[in-house]
């Protein structure tokens, strides 16, 4: 039940409802708006929006003709309890005959902050906005032919009409769902709660409905086909255990030469998005599972190649940490700061992505160990060691008990002390944190009425999604580590999430709204979604009955809250060649005793040679764990991030909202904190600057933008045409007299011949255009190794920065070296591990080297 709504089980098979997304009801009728060229942000400064009121009572709305570049704000009176008509009308009208007169008397248009927009390259008008079809995600605004202006008669006057506050769902007093496949094949959960067994029942056949014709699963009823990470996680959870074949399928489906096929992401992929070594957690759980030899050969010989190549691209050489994106969080906006580019986010160490690394590399010591390969078991567990070594030195926080987010910035890096739900929950399960620390971390992180958001505190003005939203898995994943902690306040609550939505919804959602628990009002959602499911069979499997299975027996450490008391039955359960019937009587998470076919047992644990049908029976103890916290909290935002300049010696930005105070950092490091919006610098201090808002809670906002202050002498650009043949492309607004490309075929090896004054550390980067695809998706995301004539320094990366956008230069990711004065020669070379996820383009366009010298302070 929640407030008015109210689900009930008329019986195991059959499920009613009277839930109806609450969204329309409530909408306000201000909106705030924004035109753009090609789909950028580039018509006003970050928070200048347009504002207009929708409170016809016709349901018509239509604005002023609003000249591009010029703000228009509704200044009428709008009462404080005034919502938005469902199904209102708003015809928006924009005046671009400057922006064309512009396109033909220069031939380009310069926006409001000093960028070019060429005419050849003028795609079209969009909006982006606050409202539903509207959203601010600029990334995909530019792909969205729904949000395109139309000019109809050719006067420079364009205009579109938008449906908004439509209703999510037909207004129908009552869903139901009733058991419509056989789902006797699979083990049967009985309970003395009628709810939780229709709950069960309704995930087993929605996982039998995301088993495709080919033997894979599909990732849910509006995603088709097999996603790494998605079939990953959901192997973990449960799939493992009920589909082994289909899940070792999937994961196969997986894999290309050999090696993990990273999901489509941010600038083109792998290695901005470096999480597929879950498939690694993945294909060791089906192996415990199942005890397959020739899966255990297989898949041994997939992660470890795989490995090979993630060495050489994306782990650091000092830290041991893994570079690139948050598992699962690949939408940028979503979980970044707005001035984060896919190269920055390559250089990010997040906390998530380098716990599915830590076990990647602890399954590979694992699988050696087994098969005798002694060596390799040594290398991947050391490997593993200082992936764990240095997440609990790099990410925890002492002052709030938990981990953060990612280390992220430039030059240098700093940690945002958001948590990352999902990484919390595997830093705990993978024991990255030690007993005292999972204890805490489970007591500490913040958790929201309707579950654990994917991350907290949310961040302002970013619709529903990835931001301010829960996901059931993630939601599981922190339940399981919930249940390993012993502390049965937080599973009560974080497992009645999971039951909630689904009892509700009537299936399982891909996520829903953080604040409200809605399904509605998340940019992106779908039904039936398979770890979404799999979370939900997972608290009955490994929480109640606490399946934990090894390499050689299965171990029972059943947890029933005291919510649960009772009876619980789990029959016709098939582990490896045994048939396996569970009966569960009591609460608490001691065992008073257990037995197989009526003789006890010392230990919970069953052989993994047990053969035939057998009858296991756990009493539970009865005994309340001991009391132990959870930091339940309404959902907080953070102030939104500082829009810094810094010209001449001034740092200055406008007021945040809510901030009062800000800290400056300079290298990485806190230097002052002040409550103004602006700081004198010395014209000596060199260094790169940030700045973070603070509000009275004490939540920051994600840190500025840095900005460098740098010696005009400590820079030396080396132009790339000066090198080898220059490229044509049609692309404008380079440096020097042109730019060369490199790809699979040109330029494999391209050499930069040097000159330096004295001998130093100096970080090194490209000028560089990549137009193969969007900012957001995709996977062409260009590579390469950098060398000079006896080391390796590292990986460099190009990625994608808009589909066709040639003209759009941006820098790669920087190298910090140390390099010797005099003459010498950086090779920029194409290796066998550089393959992207693409494997026929890996291209991109080079405009210069930038070589910066560092001082010893820093920059």
């Known amino acids: ?66 000249k591009f570049g010029e703000r228009y704000i509704d200044d009428s009176h709008l009462s404080l309890d005034a919502v938005l008509a469902p199904h209102t009308t708003l015809k928006l009208r924009l005046d671009l005959r400057e922006v064309l007169d512009a396109f033909r008397q220069k031939g380009f248009y310069t926006t409001y902050n000093g960028t070019k927009i060429y005419r050849q390259e003028f795609k079209g008008a969009f909006v982006a906005g606050s409202m539903p079809p509207l959203s601010w995600n600029f990334d995909r605004l530019g792909y969205q032919k729904d949000m395109q202006l139309h000019d109809a008669d050719g006067d420079g006057i364009y205009d579109i009409t938008l449906t908004l506050n439509p209703p999510d769902e037909p207004d129908v007093p009552l869903r139901r769902w009733e058991l419509s496949r056989d789902i006797s094949a699979y083990p049967q959960y009985k309970s003395d709660y009628v709810l939780l067994d229709a709950l069960y029942n309704l995930s087993l056949e929605e996982m039998e409905k995301d088993v495709e014709p080919d033997n894979t699963f599909r990732t849910g009823l509006e995603w088709a086909g097999v996603w790494t990470r998605d079939v990953s996680y959901s192997a973990i959870l449960a799939m493992a255990l009920l589909r082994p074949d289909i899940a070792q399928n999937s994961l196969l489906h997986k894999v290309r030469n050999n090696r993990i096929i990273q999901d489509t992401g941010t600038g083109g992929a792998y290695p901005v998005s470096t999480d597929r070594q879950i498939w690694a957690v993945a294909a060791w759980e089906i192996f415990k599972v199942t005890g397959d030899q020739e899966w255990l050969r297989t898949a041994y010989a997939i992660i470890k190649q795989t490995l090979v190549d993630d060495e050489h691209n994306i782990y650091d050489s000092e830290t041991g940490l893994v570079q690139g994106e948050s598992s699962f969080l690949d939408w940028r906006e979503q979980t970044y700061p707005e001035w984060m580019q896919p190269a920055d986010i390559y250089e990010s160490f997040c906390l998530s992505t380098n716990a599915v690394h830590y076990g990647a590399n602890f399954v590979l010591a694992q699988m050696a160990t087994l098969l005798g390969d002694n060596a390799t078991a040594g290398k991947y567990a050391a490997i593993a060691a200082k992936i764990k070594t240095s997440i609990n030195a790099y990410f925890w926080l002492p002052e709030k008990n938990y981990y953060g987010q990612y280390l992220y910035g430039r030059l240098f890096k700093i940690l945002s002390p958001r948590a990352d739900a999902l990484g ?54 922190w339940s399981l580590a919930v ?7 937080a599973l009560i609550h974080n497992s009645s999430a999971i039951y909630r939505s689904t009892a509700l919804f009537l299936t399982n959602k891909e996520n829903f709204v953080a604040t409200d628990g809605d399904f509605a009002g998340t940019v992106i959602n779908s039904d039936e979604m398979l770890w979404s499911l799999s979370g939900n069979l997972s608290l009955v499997y490994k929480v109640l009955f606490g399946l934990t299975f090894t390499t050689d027996k299965l171990i029972l450490q059943p947890f029933v809250s005291e919510a649960l008391k009772g009876s619980h039955q789990l029959t016709n359960f098939h582990y490896r060649q045994a048939i396996l019937n569970i009966y569960l009587s009591g609460f608490g998470n001691k065992i008073k005793s257990i037995s197989l076919d009526d003789q006890i047992l010392d230990k919970p644990e069953i ?34 991030t500082p ?45 790169e600057y940030q700045v973070i808002a603070v509000d009275k809670n004490n939540y920051e906002s994600f840190a500025s933008e840095p900005l460098t202050r740098l010696p005009t002498e400590n820079i030396w650009l080396y132009e790339a045409e000066d090198f080898t043949e220059k490229a044509d492309f049609g692309s404008t607004a380079y440096s020097g007299t042109g730019y060369v490309e490199i790809s699979r075929n040109l330029n494999t090896q391209l050499c930069f011949n040097l000159n330096l004054p004295a001998a130093g550390k100096y970080a090194l980067d490209f000028r560089y255009a990549n137009g ?71 291209q991109a366009l080079l405009d210069y080297l930038r070589i910066i010298k560092l001082l010893e302070d820093g920059v």
């Open 772 to 842: 193969n695809g969007p900012i957001n998706t995709n996977n062409k995301c260009a590579l390469r190794t950098l060398k000079t004539k006896s080391h390796l320094l590292g990986t460099v990366v190009f990625p994608q920065r808009g589909d066709q956008h040639w003209s759009d230069w941006g820098f790669s990711n920087a190298i910090v070296t140390y390099l010797t004065a005099g003459e010498q020669q950086l090779c920029l070379s194409f290796d066998p591990a550089n393959e992207n996820m693409d494997g026929e383009i890996n």
């Open 607 to 640: 052989p993994a040679s047990l053969t035939g049908l057998h009858d296991i029976r756990i009493t539970l103890a009865d005994e309340t764990p001991e009391a132990l916290k959870i930091n339940l909290s309404c959902e907080a935002f953070s102030p939104a």
């Open 424 to 477: 919390e929950a595997l830093c705990v399960l993978f024991d990255i944190a030690e007993p005292e620390q999972q204890q805490l971390i489970i007591e500490n992180t913040p958790v929201g009425a309707f579950g654990i958001p994917c991350i907290s505190p949310q961040i302002p003005a970013i619709p529903p999604y990835h931001n301010n939203a829960v996901w059931p898995f993630v939601q599981a994943f």
């Open 1 to 66: 039940m929640q407030e008015i709504f109210e689900a009930c089980a008329l019986s195991r098979t059959e499920l009613i409802s009277n839930y109806k997304s609450p969204t329309n009801s409530h909408q306000p009728p201000r909106i705030y708006f924004k035109f753009s060229l090609n789909g950028l942000d580039n018509e006003m400064a970050w928070g200048e929006d347009h504002i207009i009121h929708c409170r016809s009572t016709d349901g018509i709305c239509v604005s002023p003709i609003i």
């Open 483 to 489: 249940a390993k902690t012993g502390n049965q306040t």
């Open 643 to 687: 829009q810094v300049t810094l010209q001449e010696n001034l740092l200055s930005w406008q007021p945040v909202p809510n901030a009062v105070f800000y800290k400056i950092i300079k290298n990485g490091r806190e230097v002052a904190k002040i409550g103004a919006e602006q700081l004198s610098i010395l014209l000596q201090e060199a260094g």
